[in-house]
């Protein structure tokens, strides 16, 4: 970017300079005069002619077909756990053919979409004179999803219109931790309540709210682990919870940045507050279901 800004500078110090020039012997001219004094031709000086330039054709960006993918595509992917929105940025690097179709982006996979929801930035596309096409791809395993891991996403690219093609990323295996992670931040008390957050996504509800929208996490064979991640940067805290989650030991507090890491086995409802600071009616909710 910065290059690319010095170069225009540059173009404009020359035009500028250029111009002043011009501007400069044009008023020599008119003050005294620049043509040739005989009348002849003898005088007059021509530059030789200059032969012309061959500028080499500029490299075609994507020469091996109309798409070329980051080779490291998906390399960034951790472990998704239930819930957590996950984004992985990535590039397209377009043929110069493409200049002016529409190209769209997709993720092709087959985990089911009430498993995986999954976004893509941008989907559609006008490819215009710069073909290189940054990428994000959203990924969230709903907590209530099924999915268990080990099923691939690939990112599929499309140019619509007569000259149709299309061509695949390579495929990236969508990992998948069985854990809900849970961040809890805030002082507590009624008038300020913690802030319950799984990573990536919006706070939770907590009362009466809550209560109607609990958390559905679907319980698999071996359990899930909730951890609850003290995001308080200064005070260690103890989770009250009822119901499916145990009441973490009042002797054993989650130090900042540490965590609670109960392993849920049974279904049913819970809901969880801070037991030094809050009360019930501030609590978040949850519901397990096998
Ligand atoms: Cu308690």
């Known amino acids: 970017m910065s290059s690319r800004f010095e170069v225009m500078t540059m ?8 111009l002043f020039i011009g501007a400069f012997l044009f008023a020599g001219c008119a003050f005294a005069g620049c043509g040739d004094p005989a009348g002849d031709g003898a005088m007059a000086m021509e530059d030789p002619p200059v032969p012309p330039t061959e500028h080499p054709p500029e490299p075609e960006p994507c020469a091996t077909g109309a798409f070329c993918f980051d080779a490291q595509f998906g390399s960034q992917l951790q472990q998704l756990t239930l819930g957590a929105r996950t984004t992985v940025n990535t590039a397209v690097v377009l043929s110069k053919k493409l200049v002016g179709q529409t190209v769209n982006f997709s993720i092709v996979t087959p985990i089911p979409q009430s498993d995986l929801m999954i976004e893509v930035s941008p989907a ?3 490819v215009g004179d710069d073909v290189n096409i940054p990428v994000e791809v959203s990924l969230q395993v709903p907590t209530a999803s099924a999915y268990e891991g080990g099923k691939t996403i690939t990112l599929h690219a499309e140019a619509m ?6 061509a695949d990323s390579k495929a990236v295996t969508v990992a998948l931790d069985p854990r809900l992670i849970v961040e809890y931040s805030g002082k507590g008390g009624m008038a300020n309540p913690h802030t319950w ?7 939770l509800k907590i009362g009466i709210a809550g209560q109607k929208v609990p958390t559905v996490v679907k319980l698999r064979t ?3 682990r909730v951890s609850f991640v003290n995001k308080d940067a200064t005070a260690s805290h103890v989770i009250h919870c009822g119901g499916a989650i145990p009441h973490q030991p009042t002797d054993k507090p989650t130090p900042p940045n540490g965590f609670y890491s109960p ?3 049974t279904s049913g409802s819970a809901s969880c507050y ?3 600071l809050e009360s019930q009616s501030v609590a978040v909710y949850f519901q397990f279901n096998k």
């Open 124 to 126: 559609s596309i006008t």
């Open 274 to 276: 801070d037991h030094n």
């Open 11 to 18: 173009a404009i110090q020359r035009r500028t300079s250029t």
């Open 161 to 166: 219109g007569p000259a149709a093609t299309s």
């Open 197 to 203: 957050t799984i990573p990536g996504n919006d706070p």
């Open 222 to 224: 071996q359990g899930v």
């Open 263 to 265: 392993l849920i086995q």
